[in-house]
Protein backbone atom coordinates (compact mmCIF):
# COMPACT_ATOMS: atom_id res chain seq x y z
CA UNK A 1 0.00 0.00 0.00
CA UNK A 2 1.26 3.16 -0.72
CA UNK A 3 2.26 5.33 2.37
CA UNK A 4 -0.14 7.54 3.86
CA UNK A 5 0.06 11.44 3.55
CA UNK A 6 0.00 13.63 6.51
CA UNK A 7 0.87 17.37 7.56
CA UNK A 8 2.14 17.48 11.24
CA UNK A 9 0.91 20.37 12.13
CA UNK A 10 3.31 21.17 15.69
CA UNK A 11 4.56 22.84 18.51
CA UNK A 12 8.12 21.32 19.70
CA UNK A 13 8.16 20.73 22.26
CA UNK A 14 9.80 17.67 23.33
CA UNK A 15 7.28 15.37 23.31
CA UNK A 16 6.45 16.67 19.20
CA UNK A 17 9.70 16.51 18.14
CA UNK A 18 9.56 13.11 19.52
CA UNK A 19 6.14 12.33 17.13
CA UNK A 20 8.09 13.86 14.83
CA UNK A 21 10.84 11.21 15.01
CA UNK A 22 8.71 8.70 14.78
CA UNK A 23 6.95 9.77 11.96
CA UNK A 24 9.59 10.10 10.24
CA UNK A 25 11.21 6.76 11.08
CA UNK A 26 8.03 4.86 9.12
CA UNK A 27 8.18 6.24 5.47
CA UNK A 28 6.60 2.93 4.41
CA UNK A 29 3.72 3.82 6.21
CA UNK A 30 3.71 7.78 6.21
CA UNK A 31 4.57 10.40 3.86
CA UNK A 32 5.13 13.63 5.31
CA UNK A 33 4.10 16.58 3.20
CA UNK A 34 5.31 19.27 5.18
CA UNK A 35 5.72 20.08 8.60
CA UNK A 36 4.09 23.22 9.69
CA UNK A 37 4.62 25.21 13.25
CA UNK A 38 2.75 27.20 15.12
CA UNK A 39 3.30 29.48 18.21
CA UNK A 40 2.28 27.38 21.04
CA UNK A 41 4.65 25.73 23.82
CA UNK A 42 7.00 28.33 22.93
CA UNK A 43 7.22 31.32 20.29
CA UNK A 44 7.12 30.55 16.55
CA UNK A 45 10.40 31.81 15.88
CA UNK A 46 11.97 28.75 18.53
CA UNK A 47 8.90 26.13 17.48
CA UNK A 48 9.81 26.23 13.61
CA UNK A 49 13.72 26.36 14.10
CA UNK A 50 13.14 23.33 16.44
CA UNK A 51 10.98 21.17 13.88
CA UNK A 52 14.03 21.98 11.63
CA UNK A 53 16.50 20.68 13.74
CA UNK A 54 14.94 17.32 14.69
CA UNK A 55 14.76 17.27 10.53
CA UNK A 56 18.28 17.80 10.43
CA UNK A 57 19.12 14.86 13.49
CA UNK A 58 16.59 12.43 11.30
CA UNK A 59 18.61 13.10 8.39
CA UNK A 60 15.28 14.43 6.77
CA UNK A 61 16.09 18.11 5.26
CA UNK A 62 14.45 17.58 2.52
CA UNK A 63 10.92 17.96 4.38
CA UNK A 64 9.63 21.17 3.86
CA UNK A 65 9.19 23.22 7.15
CA UNK A 66 6.75 26.04 7.55
CA UNK A 67 5.91 28.91 9.73
CA UNK A 68 2.10 29.72 10.43
CA UNK A 69 0.21 31.24 13.34
CA UNK A 70 1.99 33.47 15.93
CA UNK A 71 -0.63 34.06 17.95
CA UNK A 72 -3.65 32.56 18.51
CA UNK A 73 -6.74 33.79 16.55
CA UNK A 74 -8.76 35.40 19.57
CA UNK A 75 -6.86 35.06 22.86
CA UNK A 76 -3.65 36.30 23.69
CA UNK A 77 -0.92 33.69 23.53
CA UNK A 78 -0.02 31.45 25.90
CA UNK A 79 3.46 29.81 26.30
CA UNK A 80 5.04 26.11 28.23
CA UNK A 81 8.65 27.72 28.94
CA UNK A 82 8.41 25.94 32.52
CA UNK A 83 7.51 22.27 30.99
CA UNK A 84 9.50 22.30 28.20
CA UNK A 85 12.29 24.82 29.24
CA UNK A 86 13.15 28.55 27.20
CA UNK A 87 14.09 26.75 24.12
CA UNK A 88 10.94 24.25 23.71
CA UNK A 89 13.23 21.74 23.84
CA UNK A 90 15.79 21.04 26.49
CA UNK A 91 17.73 18.06 27.17
CA UNK A 92 19.18 18.48 23.23
CA UNK A 93 21.93 21.53 22.22
CA UNK A 94 20.71 24.26 20.21
CA UNK A 95 22.24 24.62 16.56
CA UNK A 96 21.26 26.02 13.61
CA UNK A 97 19.40 24.07 11.60
CA UNK A 98 20.36 22.86 7.76
CA UNK A 99 17.03 22.39 7.19
CA UNK A 100 15.57 25.59 5.42
CA UNK A 101 12.71 27.01 6.34
CA UNK A 102 10.37 27.78 3.45
CA UNK A 103 8.83 30.73 2.49
CA UNK A 104 5.49 30.20 2.59
CA UNK A 105 3.05 30.69 5.48
CA UNK A 106 1.52 27.23 7.12
CA UNK A 107 -1.47 28.21 6.01
CA UNK A 108 -1.30 28.93 3.06
CA UNK A 109 1.08 25.64 2.32
CA UNK A 110 -2.01 24.12 4.25
CA UNK A 111 -5.00 24.98 1.78
CA UNK A 112 -2.86 24.92 -1.50
CA UNK A 113 -1.67 20.86 -0.65
CA UNK A 114 -5.23 20.30 -0.07
CA UNK A 115 -6.52 21.62 -2.70
CA UNK A 116 -4.53 19.97 -5.52
CA UNK A 117 -4.75 17.03 -3.09
CA UNK A 118 -7.41 13.83 -3.84
CA UNK A 119 -10.24 13.82 -2.52
CA UNK A 120 -10.06 12.66 1.19
CA UNK A 121 -6.70 11.72 0.71
CA UNK A 122 -4.74 13.84 3.27
CA UNK A 123 -4.43 13.18 7.09
CA UNK A 124 -3.91 16.58 9.10
CA UNK A 125 -1.82 15.42 12.24
CA UNK A 126 -1.74 18.78 14.88
CA UNK A 127 0.27 17.91 17.65
CA UNK A 128 -0.52 22.05 19.13
CA UNK A 129 -2.78 24.80 19.23
CA UNK A 130 -5.22 24.27 16.51
CA UNK A 131 -4.93 27.85 14.92
CA UNK A 132 -2.83 26.92 11.79
CA UNK A 133 -5.64 24.59 10.98
CA UNK A 134 -8.90 26.46 11.99
CA UNK A 135 -7.29 29.42 9.76
CA UNK A 136 -6.93 26.78 6.87
CA UNK A 137 -10.65 26.15 7.03
CA UNK A 138 -11.85 29.53 7.42
CA UNK A 139 -10.40 30.74 4.78
CA UNK A 140 -10.65 27.96 2.46
CA UNK A 141 -13.58 25.58 3.46
CA UNK A 142 -13.10 23.66 0.13
CA UNK A 143 -10.31 21.90 1.98
CA UNK A 144 -11.98 19.79 3.92
CA UNK A 145 -13.09 17.65 0.98
CA UNK A 146 -9.56 16.58 0.30
CA UNK A 147 -9.09 15.92 4.38
CA UNK A 148 -9.21 11.88 4.83
CA UNK A 149 -9.35 12.60 8.72
CA UNK A 150 -7.72 14.46 11.56
CA UNK A 151 -5.63 12.95 14.65
CA UNK A 152 -5.16 15.95 16.96
CA UNK A 153 -3.50 15.46 20.54
CA UNK A 154 -5.57 17.75 22.64
CA UNK A 155 -8.52 17.77 25.45
CA UNK A 156 -9.16 15.88 28.84
CA UNK A 157 -11.97 14.11 30.38
CA UNK A 158 -11.45 11.98 32.93
CA UNK A 159 -7.79 13.48 33.60
CA UNK A 160 -9.08 16.87 33.87
CA UNK A 161 -6.91 19.92 32.75
CA UNK A 162 -2.89 20.27 32.83
CA UNK A 163 -3.16 24.00 32.28
CA UNK A 164 -6.25 25.13 34.15
CA UNK A 165 -8.62 22.74 36.22
CA UNK A 166 -10.63 22.39 33.41
CA UNK A 167 -8.20 22.70 29.75
CA UNK A 168 -5.51 20.80 28.34
CA UNK A 169 -2.81 23.38 26.92
CA UNK A 170 -3.71 22.85 23.11
CA UNK A 171 -7.20 23.31 23.39
CA UNK A 172 -6.53 26.37 26.45
CA UNK A 173 -3.81 28.24 23.90
CA UNK A 174 -6.57 28.45 21.29
CA UNK A 175 -10.18 27.46 22.09
CA UNK A 176 -11.95 29.29 19.06
CA UNK A 177 -9.11 27.33 16.98
CA UNK A 178 -10.15 23.85 18.60
CA UNK A 179 -14.03 24.63 18.12
CA UNK A 180 -13.59 25.36 14.70
CA UNK A 181 -11.71 22.31 13.87
CA UNK A 182 -13.55 19.55 16.24
CA UNK A 183 -17.11 20.98 13.85
CA UNK A 184 -15.30 20.88 10.54
CA UNK A 185 -17.52 17.63 10.03
CA UNK A 186 -14.66 15.53 8.87
CA UNK A 187 -13.41 12.50 10.66
CA UNK A 188 -11.00 12.96 13.86
CA UNK A 189 -9.92 10.85 16.19
CA UNK A 190 -8.61 12.73 19.22
CA UNK A 191 -5.71 11.77 22.16
CA UNK A 192 -6.67 13.62 25.00
CA UNK A 193 -4.76 13.26 28.59
CA UNK A 194 -6.85 10.12 29.40
CA UNK A 195 -4.90 8.18 27.09
CA UNK A 196 -1.31 10.43 26.89
CA UNK A 197 -1.16 10.24 30.59
CA UNK A 198 -0.42 6.35 30.07
CA UNK A 199 2.33 6.67 28.39
CA UNK A 200 5.15 7.65 31.02
CA UNK A 201 8.43 7.99 30.09
CA UNK A 202 10.00 6.05 33.06
CA UNK A 203 13.46 5.96 33.93
CA UNK A 204 13.73 2.48 32.62
CA UNK A 205 11.92 3.27 28.97
CA UNK A 206 14.31 6.41 28.56
CA UNK A 207 17.08 4.19 29.31
CA UNK A 208 16.41 1.60 26.80
CA UNK A 209 15.73 4.31 24.22
CA UNK A 210 18.91 5.50 25.07
CA UNK A 211 20.83 2.29 24.77
CA UNK A 212 19.90 2.41 20.84
CA UNK A 213 23.01 4.19 20.22
CA UNK A 214 22.16 6.45 17.73
CA UNK A 215 21.76 10.28 17.33
CA UNK A 216 17.87 10.47 17.23
CA UNK A 217 17.84 7.95 19.56
CA UNK A 218 20.07 9.69 22.04
CA UNK A 219 18.11 13.73 21.22
CA UNK A 220 15.36 11.70 22.34
CA UNK A 221 16.26 10.12 25.37
CA UNK A 222 18.17 13.87 26.56
CA UNK A 223 14.90 15.50 25.80
CA UNK A 224 13.05 13.05 27.76
CA UNK A 225 15.09 13.22 30.63
CA UNK A 226 14.68 16.60 30.59
CA UNK A 227 10.62 16.43 30.21
CA UNK A 228 10.44 14.28 32.92
CA UNK A 229 11.51 16.52 35.55
CA UNK A 230 8.65 18.89 35.38
CA UNK A 231 6.29 16.21 35.46
CA UNK A 232 7.31 13.82 37.61
CA UNK A 233 6.82 16.10 40.35
CA UNK A 234 3.67 17.61 39.04
CA UNK A 235 1.80 14.36 38.90
CA UNK A 236 3.77 12.14 41.32
CA UNK A 237 4.21 9.67 38.50
CA UNK A 238 7.07 7.83 37.45
CA UNK A 239 7.53 9.84 33.72
CA UNK A 240 6.09 12.38 31.82
CA UNK A 241 3.60 11.56 29.56
CA UNK A 242 4.64 11.70 25.84
CA UNK A 243 1.26 13.36 24.64
CA UNK A 244 1.85 13.83 21.01
CA UNK A 245 3.54 11.08 19.95
CA UNK A 246 0.34 9.04 20.70
CA UNK A 247 -0.44 10.57 17.36
CA UNK A 248 1.45 8.92 15.38
CA UNK A 249 1.71 5.75 16.95
CA UNK A 250 -2.00 5.73 16.31
CA UNK A 251 -1.49 5.81 12.72
CA UNK A 252 1.03 3.18 12.42
CA UNK A 253 -0.59 0.55 14.58
CA UNK A 254 -4.51 1.78 15.72
CA UNK A 255 -4.64 -1.56 17.47
CA UNK A 256 -2.93 -0.01 20.39
CA UNK A 257 -5.34 2.34 21.44
CA UNK A 258 -9.53 1.91 22.30
CA UNK A 259 -11.60 4.79 21.22
CA UNK A 260 -15.10 5.34 21.44
CA UNK A 261 -17.09 7.42 18.83
CA UNK A 262 -18.52 11.00 21.09
CA UNK A 263 -19.69 13.95 20.72
CA UNK A 264 -16.89 16.89 21.90
CA UNK A 265 -17.84 20.05 22.48
CA UNK A 266 -15.41 23.32 23.64
CA UNK A 267 -15.84 25.74 26.08
CA UNK A 268 -15.43 28.79 24.34
CA UNK A 269 -16.94 31.70 26.56
CA UNK A 270 -16.75 31.09 30.34
CA UNK A 271 -13.86 32.11 31.47
CA UNK A 272 -13.40 29.99 34.88
CA UNK A 273 -13.85 26.59 32.38
CA UNK A 274 -12.34 28.38 29.04
CA UNK A 275 -11.09 25.29 26.43
CA UNK A 276 -12.62 22.78 28.51
CA UNK A 277 -13.53 19.94 26.16
CA UNK A 278 -16.71 18.31 26.91
CA UNK A 279 -16.98 14.64 26.05
CA UNK A 280 -19.88 12.99 26.08
CA UNK A 281 -18.54 9.65 26.60
CA UNK A 282 -21.91 8.29 27.78
CA UNK A 283 -24.14 9.28 25.08
CA UNK A 284 -26.15 11.41 27.53
CA UNK A 285 -27.17 14.02 24.59
CA UNK A 286 -27.87 13.86 21.16
CA UNK A 287 -25.53 15.72 19.98
CA UNK A 288 -23.23 14.94 16.81
CA UNK A 289 -20.74 12.05 17.61
CA UNK A 290 -18.33 14.03 15.96
CA UNK A 291 -14.97 12.13 17.08
CA UNK A 292 -13.20 9.21 17.91
CA UNK A 293 -12.56 9.48 21.79
CA UNK A 294 -9.73 7.48 22.81
CA UNK A 295 -9.51 6.24 26.15
CA UNK A 296 -7.02 3.75 26.73
CA UNK A 297 -3.85 2.32 25.25
CA UNK A 298 -1.33 -0.41 25.78
CA UNK A 299 1.51 1.47 26.80
CA UNK A 300 4.05 -1.57 26.79
CA UNK A 301 3.01 -1.92 23.43
CA UNK A 302 3.47 1.63 22.51
CA UNK A 303 7.13 2.01 23.85
CA UNK A 304 7.76 -1.06 21.55
CA UNK A 305 6.95 0.67 18.99
CA UNK A 306 8.73 3.57 19.71
CA UNK A 307 11.39 1.72 20.01
CA UNK A 308 11.82 -0.18 17.54
CA UNK A 309 11.49 2.39 14.91
CA UNK A 310 13.66 4.95 16.84
CA UNK A 311 16.12 1.78 16.17
CA UNK A 312 15.98 2.32 12.85
CA UNK A 313 17.71 5.24 12.54
CA UNK A 314 21.01 3.48 13.57
CA UNK A 315 20.56 1.33 10.19
C1 LIG B 1 0.23 19.21 24.97
O1 LIG B 1 0.72 20.49 25.37
C2 LIG B 1 2.09 20.62 25.09
O2 LIG B 1 2.77 21.05 26.23
C3 LIG B 1 2.57 19.28 24.60
O3 LIG B 1 3.50 19.44 23.55
C4 LIG B 1 1.31 18.59 24.13
O4 LIG B 1 1.06 18.85 22.77
C5 LIG B 1 -0.15 18.42 26.20
O5 LIG B 1 -1.13 19.09 26.93
CA1 LIG C 1 2.66 19.86 21.33
Known amino acids: MAPRPIIIDCDPGQDDAVALFLAMSSPDELDILGITTVAGNVPLALTQRNARMMCDIAGRTAIPVFAG????????????????????IDGV???????????????????ETLLTADEHSVTLVPTGPLSNIATAIEKEPAILQHVREIVVM?????????RSPSAEFNV????????????????????GLDVTHQVLSTRERVARIRA??????????????????YDTGKYGSEGAPLHDPCTIAWLLDPGLFQTRACNLSVETESEL??????????HVTDRP???????AVDA????????????????
Not at 212 to 229: C, D, I, K, Y
Request: aromatic share 10%; proline share 4%.
Open 212 to 229: LGNAVAEATAGMLSFFHR
Open 289 to 295: RNVHWTY
Open 273 to 282: TMGHTAVDFW
Open 154 to 162: GGAMREGGN
Open 300 to 315: NGFYELLNDRLARFGR
Open 69 to 88: CERPIVREAITAEYIHGNTG
Open 172 to 191: LADPQAADIVFSCGRPITVM
Open 93 to 111: DVFEPETPLQEKHAVEFIV
